[in-house]
C-alpha cells in the first residue's frame, strides 16, 4: 500500500452504525458518471483478513486498500468538490486505518468505520481549505424543499456542473443524507451544527440543485443552435 507511515493524530471517531437510515431507501444518481449508492461502501472483507491486518500483515492492509480505494475517493470527491483534495483525503485515510485498524474489534461492519475516517479526514480538510466556518446555503432562504429527488432523470455532465456550484456544506449535507444515508442527527455531529440545520440545508440545497439543473436543461439547446 502507497502509504508512508505518517504519524500525525487524526480526529476522533464515533461509532459507526454501518446500516442505512431507518425506513432509507437508496436513491441512484444517473448511470453514467455518476452511479454511487449506500451500498458502494458497502464492501464485506473476510474476518481472516481483517485479523491479519490487526497484526500488521502488509499482505491484508493491501488488500484492503484495494477494496476500498474507489469507493473512498469517490466519496472524498463529492464532498470535497476537488480531485487533488480528494486524494489527499484518501491518503490520509488510509494512514489513519493504518494507526487505528487494531482498535477495530468488529461491534460494527468494517466498511462503515472506515467509511466514517474517510468522511472524518474530508470534512476536516473542507474546514481547511474554507477557513473556520462554512459557506451554506442561508436559514432564512426562501427556496421551497419539496419535490422529487433533483438528480432522478439528470444527465450526469449537468449535475456534475450543478453540484459544482452549491455552497461546499450545503454539497457535502446533501451527498451524506441522500447517498451515503447518514441521518440528520449524525450530519450534525459531524458539521458541529443542529438537526434542524441539516434538515433545511438538505430540503433548500434539493430545490437549489434542481433549479440549477432546470437552468442547464434551458440553455443546452441554446448552445446546440448556436454551435450547428
Same mark, same amino acid.
Given at each position: 500500500?502507497?502509504?508512508?507511515?505518517?504519524?500525525? $493524530?487524526? $480526529?476522533?471517531?464515533?461509532?459507526?452504525?454501518?446500516?442505512?437510515? $431507518?425506513?432509507?431507501?437508496?436513491?441512484?444518481?444517473?448511470?453514467?458518471?455518476?452511479?454511487?449508492?449506500?451500498?458502494?461502501?458497502? &464492501? /464485506?472483507?473476510?474476518?481472516?483478513?481483517?485479523?491479519?491486518?490487526?497484526?500488521?500483515?502488509?499482505?491484508? !492492509? /493491501?488488500?484492503?486498500?484495494?477494496?476500498?480505494?474507489?469507493?473512498?475517493?469517490?466519496?472524498?470527491?463529492?464532498?470535497?468538490?476537488?480531485?487533488?483534495?480528494?486524494?489527499?483525503?484518501?491518503?490520509?485515510?488510509?494512514?489513519? !486505518?493504518?494507526?487505528?485498524?487494531? *482498535?477495530?474489534?468488529?461491534?460494527?461492519?468494517?466498511?462503515?468505520?472506515?467509511?466514517?475516517?474517510?468522511?472524518?479526514?474530508?470534512?476536516?480538510?473542507?474546514?481547511? @481549505?474554507?477557513? &473556520?466556518?462554512?459557506?451554506?446555503?442561508?436559514?432564512?432562504?426562501?427556496?421551497?424543499?419539496?419535490? $422529487?429527488?433533483?438528480?432522478?432523470?439528470?444527465?450526469?455532465? *449537468?449535475? @456534475?456542473?450543478?453540484?459544482?456550484?452549491?455552497?461546499?456544506?450545503?454539497?457535502?449535507?446533501?451527498?451524506?443524507?441522500?447517498?451515503?444515508?447518514?441521518?440528520?442527527? @449524525?450530519?450534525?455531529?459531524?458539521?458541529?451544527?443542529?438537526?434542524?440545520?441539516?434538515?433545511? *440545508?438538505?430540503?433548500?440545497?434539493?430545490?437549489?440543485?434542481?433549479?440549477?439543473?432546470?437552468?442547464?436543461? @434551458?440553455?443546452?439547446?441554446?448552445? &446546440?443552435?448556436?454551435?450547428?
Amino acid at each position: 500500500m502507497r502509504v508512508p507511515g505518517d504519524r500525525r $493524530p487524526g $480526529p476522533r471517531q464515533r461509532p459507526a452504525t454501518g446500516g442505512r437510515r $431507518p425506513g432509507a431507501t437508496i436513491r441512484p444518481w444517473p448511470a453514467s458518471g455518476i452511479d454511487v449508492t449506500a451500498a458502494s461502501f458497502q &464492501i /464485506e472483507i473476510p474476518d481472516t483478513v481483517l485479523a491479519r491486518a490487526r497484526r500488521g500483515e502488509l499482505g491484508a !492492509l /493491501e488488500q484492503i486498500y484495494r477494496a476500498f480505494e474507489r469507493p473512498a475517493y469517490t466519496l472524498a470527491l463529492r464532498l470535497l468538490g476537488n480531485p487533488d483534495h480528494a486524494r489527499e483525503a484518501v491518503h490520509d485515510a488510509m494512514l489513519r !486505518l493504518l494507526e487505528r485498524i487494531g *482498535q477495530f474489534r468488529g461491534d460494527a461492519p468494517f466498511w462503515g468505520w472506515l467509511r466514517q475516517i474517510v468522511v472524518n479526514e474530508a470534512l476536516m480538510r473542507l474546514r481547511r @481549505e474554507r477557513g &473556520i466556518a462554512f459557506e451554506e446555503l442561508p436559514e432564512d432562504d426562501d427556496t421551497p424543499g419539496h419535490g $422529487p429527488p433533483p438528480w432522478a432523470l439528470a444527465d450526469a455532465r *449537468q449535475l @456534475e456542473r450543478a453540484l459544482e456550484r452549491l455552497p461546499a456544506l450545503t454539497r457535502s449535507v446533501l451527498w451524506l443524507y441522500h447517498v451515503e444515508e447518514y441521518t440528520h442527527a @449524525e450530519i450534525a455531529a459531524l458539521t458541529g451544527k443542529s438537526v434542524s440545520f441539516s434538515k433545511s *440545508q438538505v430540503a433548500r440545497g434539493s430545490q437549489r440543485l434542481r433549479a440549477l439543473l432546470e437552468a442547464n436543461e @434551458e440553455v443546452a439547446p441554446c448552445l &446546440i443552435a448556436t454551435t450547428a
